[in-house]
């Protein structure tokens, strides 16, 4: 059974991995501590999205798969 508090959980994810993704292809720095201030959570979770989101481009052949992540610190 999905809760309330768990579709939130689940949206704010998705909402944080958004903003990463957006940052990264504006060729923006992405700054973990910045962005757990943010969002309100622990940096390691800001990896786990940054590792989600390289995950999903290593696994994909698509003239995305180029995106730098270069700019994350």
């Given at each position: 059974?999905?809760?309330k508090r768990?579709?939130?959980?689940?949206?704010?994810?998705?909402?944080?991995?958004?903003?990463?993704?957006?940052?990264?292809?504006?060729?923006?720095?992405?700054?973990?501590?910045?962005?757990?201030?943010?969002?309100?959570?622990?940096?390691?979770?800001?990896?786990?999205?940054?590792?989600?989101?390289?995950?999903?481009?290593r696994t994909?052949?698509?003239k995305y798969?180029?995106?730098?992540?270069?700019?994350?610190?």
């Amino acid at each position: 059974m999905v809760t309330k508090r768990t579709e939130e959980i689940k949206n704010d994810k998705i909402q944080r991995i958004l903003g990463i993704y957006t940052k990264l292809m504006d060729g923006k720095t992405v700054n973990k501590q910045e962005i757990a201030a943010r969002y309100n959570v622990h940096p390691r979770s800001i990896q786990r999205d940054i590792k989600d989101i390289t995950d999903f481009f290593r696994t994909r052949r698509t003239k995305y798969r180029c995106l730098q992540l270069c700019h994350i610190r």
